[in-house]
């Protein structure tokens, strides 16, 4: 093979499709009922806005995920390796704080991070990205965290479960912070090294460790639901009781603390089973403050990524199924030269009627009708000496093989009739 993808990058399959468009198809079925409108971003940024819009903290930055480079004008430029930052940056250049708040948003393409590859993690993924920005009421956090809800009901999905916790906010969360600083500092010996530099650089990452060694250590950390001012445990409290007015299971996990540093107030993930290492299908939260951080006006917002390859590695995982992808329902077939240039104009007037036909392209008969089976189509229309003389076409039922002479002026109203 003297090529290959690059590592962490795959190809998406013409049998992959019928997943993608279903997540698709459902995405704007499901934005639309919730009154969010699309918004494209570039792929890429400036470094700046990045380093700036994530934090300097997050894995990110920390694990130097970021595929960054320097172009020929010797701009630094980053591939966007999350839509947050680039949403925000839109919605100050673009003036959009004066249209109607709140303002809800939502992006799907390709997201870049040079993580290490392993089940569910690539370097290139896609996300479905939704934001709703311009309002503090957490009624907003529950209508951004029900879309992802509604997808992956729409989707088929059991046994999902969303976790949420609140983060606190620029008021309450430094003495958490600093408390977790204080039980785990003589405690530094015991960590290992990618922990040891999150208690360096961004404590509240320790409760995410991987490392099963800090079960021990964290089941007596202190715990944020202790630290939280009024306002942020006001703005829990609503979110669950709005939660439960919807019957939207949840479950309270105080640990769960996200690799962004923009988050406060609420977070949240959602977890597949049977993905691998990395179970989140969804992450999100609220993030007011970005925006000023970025420049912008004090506008708050909150919002959810989505990875659309972990979706259908849990679809898969839980057996679920995709429906196909239309095919053309009619193959030609022709006998003859004369018969072939018929078809190739039959074949347009139907394809302009919008209905799918293909062409075979083998001169027998036989060998054309297997091509109409493997194609699956429903109908041949075969085109011979007989046809042309009497302007008509012979269809055949590829299930029940029968055939019928058909004028070749009623061909469509025919297939028509007959559900194609
Ligand atoms: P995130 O948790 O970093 O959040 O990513 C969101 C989702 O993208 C994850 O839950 C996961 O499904 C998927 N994902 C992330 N990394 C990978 C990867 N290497 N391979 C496959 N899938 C992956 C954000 O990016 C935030 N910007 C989300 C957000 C929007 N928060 C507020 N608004």
Sequence with gaps: MPYAAPTGAKDILPEEWPFWRHIEQNIQRITALYGFEPLGVPIFESTALFTRGVGEGSDLVVQKEMYSFQDKSGDELTLRPEFTAGIMRAYVENGMHTRPAPLRLYAIGPIFRQEKPQAGRYRIHHQFNVEALGEEDPVIDVEVMSIAWDLYDALGFKGLSFMINSTGCRECRPAFVQALRDYFAPLAEQLGETDRTRLARNPLRLLDSKDPAMERLLASAPVIHDFLCESCRTHFATLRQYL??????????PRLV??????????????AQDIGAQAAVCGGGRYDGLIEALGGPAVPGVGFGSGIERIILALKAQGVQAPALPLPL????????????????????????????LLPYRDSLKAQLKQADRARARFALILGDDELAAASVTVRDLTSSQQVSVPRSEVIAWLRAHGV
Aim: charged fraction near 20%; aromatic fraction near 12%.
């Design 244 to 253: 439960d007015l919807l019957g939207r299971p949840y479950t309270i996990n």
């Design 258 to 271: 996200r690799g962004l540093d923009y988050y406060v107030k609420t977070v949240f993930e959602v977890w």
């Design 330 to 357: 009619v193959m030609l077939v022709y006998r003859g030269p004369a018969a072939k240039v018929e078809a190739i104009r039959l074949l347009q007037t139907l394809r302009q009627a919008g209905i799918g036909a």
